[in-house]
């Protein structure tokens, strides 16, 4: 008797407090500010440097670049920048490392899939991905520290 009167106590506590439920797909969820979501790629900033695929844990970058045909220019113009969702963690590792920003992680994390082959995303599809840049990288952009 004395465990049914606790247990009613607590279910009529908790039917007064505040309910949690979020309505996912009209809402967005409130992210923190350090949520690392999947990365933005601006392939005029890289200078394929490879960083990013050598410090990548699973392997999951594939970065590849050629010299410049003009002689008169230094540096290397980017062919593919691909990365493997299926088994990127995003770990923030390869934004970390990228000297010159060209990577960096967004708030962006809804990419269910059906098939396997829509995981792989290319350079194209991580330009456009652009929306929901983390605050901290938008402050960068505009030269503020």
């Known amino acids: ?27 967005p969820l409130p992210l923190p500010d350090r949520f690392r979501g999947i990365q933005h790629f601006d392939p005029e900033k890289c200078i394929v440097c490879n960083q990013c695929a050598r410090v990548c844990p699973t392997d999951c970058l594939t970065l590849t670049g050629r010299k410049h045909p003009d002689p008169s220019k230094r540096g290397k113009i980017i062919d593919t920048y691909d990365i493997n969702f299926e088994i990127c963690i995003l770990c923030d590792l390869c934004t970390e490392v990228c000297p010159t920003e060209a990577i960096v992680m967004t708030n962006h994390f809804e990419m269910a899939a059906y098939s396997r082959d829509d995981l792989f995303k290319n350079m194209e599809w991580l330009h456009d991905n652009n929306r929901h840049i983390r605050k901290e990288n938008n402050l960068n952009a505009k030269g503020v520290k």
């Not at 008797?1 to 809402?27: C, F, N, R, W």
Request: proline share 4%; aromatic share 4%; net charge positive.
């Open 1 to 27: 008797m004395k465990g049914l009167i606790k247990g009613m106590g607590v279910t009529l506590k908790t039917m007064t407090q505040k309910k949690v439920t979020h309505h996912y797909p009209d809402e």
